[in-house]
């Protein structure tokens, strides 16, 4: 099975995912995960991609049937091999980290990298800009072996720096 | 008198605030002024010193009429409040009149017992609240605590920018 990882984005208009899954689908691709939002007025769309049926059908053939849309769309696009067998292992336990203060630039490098320098992996992160507050919330895997109050105390050092407040959080599972 | 009400990232909004005598005249006007400003803002339900730029333990709620409330004590005014007890936390989408662009998923407890002084006499009272009053008493001492929902949001999709509609 071939898997490829397609990204498209352009400014938002209605009949962007239609047309590129229709694209898709004419190939035989299927969707094995996507995540579709507007940022800042523009649609983007990340999409893995696999290809299973026709052996004629590689990433050149995916761009080639994307090219004539994404040139009446206006659209950017991105087709690329990617493995099939990503690392799935757990990594640690879920925290939710939040960031809010005054916007200024280097406030996601320099807070991404103190989780980084603890081998922290951040596996989904959202900013928002509202006025003059910017936002930060990023979902983190810490690993078991990291002592969270050293963490908590290095993402305090880089918050007084940025002049930002963050905070850690044990991640709560969902109540049902 | 209605007062502006602050913005965060003012950095008031994030320093835990300061216990307060309950019959000092200027915290009677404190707590009058806090009630003016929130009956002055369509759909305020609650509002904390810190929010109109004041670092004094003091905040005011009505739930009354909102279709989420269960409980409803009308109008509550209270000076050192404390969380008692909480039990049977539940997520749900709260916004704030100080991050007015933004909502989060919160998780808050259902069921509170709130104790805090009654501003002029100083009378110690308790509320029992649940469903949406008891979400608005942990989002008022929140704020007193320095704590802003953004601080409490579930999780990087569980922030939302408000809906305008044009």
Known sequence: MTL???????????????????????????LEDSSMTILGGH???????????????????????????????????????????????????????????????????????????????????TTRLSGDLYVVV?????????????????????????????TVRAAEPDLL | MIRAVVL????????????????DPTVVQLAADLVDTMRAYPGCVGLA???IGDGRRVFCLDVTGHPKAKSCAGLVVLANPVLVSGEAPKVGREGCQSVPDLTGDVARFRRVLVRGLVVGTGAERTY??????????????DHLAGVLFLDRVAGAHA????????
């Open chain 2, 128 to 141: 029992e609240a649940d469903a949406f009053e008891a979400r608005a008493f942990q989002h008022e001492l």
């Open chain 1, 4 to 30: 490829l990882a397609v990204s498209v984005i352009g400014v938002d208009r209605p009949g962007i995912i239609a047309a590129v899954t229709g694209a898709l689908a004419q190939v035989g691709g299927n």
């Open chain 2, 8 to 23: 965060a990232p003012e950095r008031v909004l994030s320093r835990p605030a300061l216990d307060v005598d309950p019959g």
């Open chain 1, 43 to 125: 649609f983007a769309m990340s999409l893995i991609v696999s290809l299973d049926a026709d052996p004629q059908v590689d990433e050149h053939a995916v761009r080639a049937v994307l090219e004539p849309i994404t040139a009446s769309l206006g659209l950017a696009a991105f087709v690329g091999k990617v493995t099939d067998q990503p690392d799935h292992t757990s990594l640690g336990s879920p925290y939710v980290v939040s960031v809010h203060g005054a916007d200024r630039p280097g406030i996601v490098s320099r807070v991404m990298g103190v989780i980084a320098s603890y081998g922290g992996n951040v596996s989904d992160l």
């Open chain 2, 49 to 51: 010193a810190p929010q």
């Open chain 1, 138 to 166: 990023a979902d983190v895997e810490v690993p078991l072996a990291v002592d969270i109050e050293a963490l908590r105390a290095s993402l305090d050092a880089a918050a007084d720096e940025l002049g930002v407040e963050i």
């Open chain 2, 159 to 166: 922030i939302f920018q408000r809906k305008t509609y044009r």
